[in-house]
T-cell receptor, first 115, second 114 residues
Framework: EAEVAQSPRYKITEKSQAVAFWCDPISGHATLYWYRQILGQGPELLVQ????????DSQLPKDRFSAERLKGVDSTLKIQPAELGDSAMYLC?????????????FGPGTRLTVT | DQQVKQNSPSLSVQEGRISILNCDYT??????FLWYKKYPAEGPTFLIS????KDKNEDGRFTVLNKSAKHLSLHIVPSQPGDSAVYFC??????????????FGRGTQLTVWP
């Protein structure tokens, strides 16, 4: 069964350092999402791509976060500089398209700890 | 502002009994609702969904009900120990460029004991 791949699975970094996460969606899925899940809360959308274009980055802290999906396939999320409050699980999800039934397939996530 | 609310952080149920997980939402524009299950160290996996115009959807042991205003529930019958996980309620808006964006609740930790 096809899966969303993410790496690394775990990342520990010091504050003010740069960190990057990678996601490879299910083949053929045009829509890709990055979510952040803080402990005890539900996932919150950071950025949504349709192919290589950003369609929603309203919740992305653009002063330190950036995301790209250059060829409309895999994607990278970057944080620079990292802050203590960025410690969270970063989840990538993909869907066949942005249309109903909105079913998204999630990767295993990257657990980020900022010290 | 939390638009999807799961007010019970945890639920404990005996094996074989019914588990009922509740979800409330504030945005009347939501048109689709989904439930996801999450095991530790894994990403959420899709469980079941329902359109806002339907009042029930069943899939095996799982049923989602949408019969009350701005409230839905997930029923698991019978509950099994393998159902122990965090269950997230999510909602989606059917409009514009944010099509498909999901709004999640905080989740309910379900524990099914033998």
């Amino acid at each position: 069964e096809a899966e969303v791949a993410q790496s690394p699975r775990y990342k520990i970094t010091e504050k003010s350092q740069a960190v990057a996460f990678w996601c490879d969606p299910i083949s053929g899925h045009a829509t890709l999402y990055w979510y952040r899940q803080i402990l005890g809360q539900g996932p919150e959308l950071l950025v949504q791509f349709q192919d290589e274009s950003v369609v929603d980055d309203s919740q992305l802290p653009k002063d330190r976060f950036s995301a790209e999906r250059l060829k409309g396939v895999d994607s990278t999320l970057k944080i620079q500089p990292a802050e203590l409050g960025d410690s969270a699980m970063y989840l990538c999800a993909s869907s066949y398209s942005g249309t109903s039934p909105y079913e998204q397939y999630f990767g295993p996530g990257t657990r980020l700890t900022v010290t | 502002d939390q638009q999807v609310k799961q007010n019970s952080p945890s639920l404990s149920v005996q094996e074989g009994r019914i588990s009922i997980l509740n979800c409330d939402y504030t945005n009347s524009m939501f048109d689709y609702f989904l439930w996801y299950k999450k095991y530790p160290a894994e990403g959420p996996t899709f469980l079941i969904s329902i359109s806002s115009i339907k009042d029930k959807n069943e899939d095996g042991r799982f049923t989602v009900l949408n019969k009350s205003a701005k409230h839905l529930s997930l029923h698991i019958v019978p509950s099994q120990p393998g159902d122990s996980a965090v269950y997230f309620c999510a909602a989606s808006l059917d409009r514009g460029s944010t099509l498909g964006r999901l709004y999640f609740g905080r989740g309910t930790q379900l524990t099914v004991w033998p």
